[in-house]
């Protein structure tokens, strides 16, 4: 084969290399991410996740399928793991299984999923399974607690045979926290998910401390309140101290608050924006804000 010849096939891998360099060398020069540990199995997971509620529900439009793709993408190069979804986000599951097999990022993710049914548990989980395209999920979460009574147990049935990791549960908005706090204290659960940020901070009386004390890992959803957070707070210049705790922008503040209580194990902000995958995940290096700190920042955004 002549030199020429040989040189234009080896363009595109040679390309494609350097590309995959250039973002090792980039994350190379990052601080190192910011892991926590999950109580049950001592095994770490970054403080920053993704969410896929209405973000990844783009149906069968192929376009923006791909570009769900080149989200995770970023995700996994920023150093992410955490996918959480349900089966009523609509198209969402099949969008993620569609990543990770164009990816092949299929051990590269820490699975979270959830059963959403007052009918057959086990077949709902498994339609889902094949979305995700998986062999098993990591995380499954009886979603607002649809049925617990019956999913639960399948849950724990599923982990005690090896077909599952973890089990949790899950809630959002403030909803029967009463409920929810009743189950952490009389339940196997090795995960809770529940809404928690600058502005909705019930969950500081009796939920995160409980989590702390019983060892479940917190998973935090609405950390922008599905955006309006954000909205609200752009209108405004961000301190110079956030410099202090290594934030250049909103979404990096609002999350570092979050994911900087010592219960919380990842938040899992939503998002189709690849420059907004990336800010997320900046959250999770650098330093972060101590209870002082903390306190401060809830007094400036109450007062914007």
Sequence with gaps: MRRRDLLLQLIPTLGAAGASVQVQAQNMALPQLLTRTIDSSGEQIPLVGL???ITFNVGNDRPARVHCAEVMRHFFEAGGRLIDSSPMYGSSQGVIGDGLQTLSA??????ADKVW??????????ASRQLWRLPRFDLLQVH???AWQEQLPL????KAAGQLRYVGITTSEGRRHREFEHLMRSQRIDFVQFSYNLLDREAEERLLPLARERGIAVLVNRPFRQGALLRQLQRHPLPAWASEIDCVNWAQ???KFIVSHPAVSCAIPATRDIAHVRENMGAARGRLPDEAFRQRMVAHVERL
Excluded: H, Y
Aim: glycine share 6%; proline share 0%; net charge positive.
């Design 106 to 111: 299929q051990r590269r993710v820490f699975a």
């Design 117 to 126: 049914t007052s009918s057959s548990g086990a077949a709902q989980i498994e």
């Design 155 to 158: 849950l724990q049935a599923m």
């Design 253 to 255: 503040f609002a999350l």
């Design 144 to 146: 607002n607690l649809v």
């Design 51 to 53: 969410g896929s509620w």
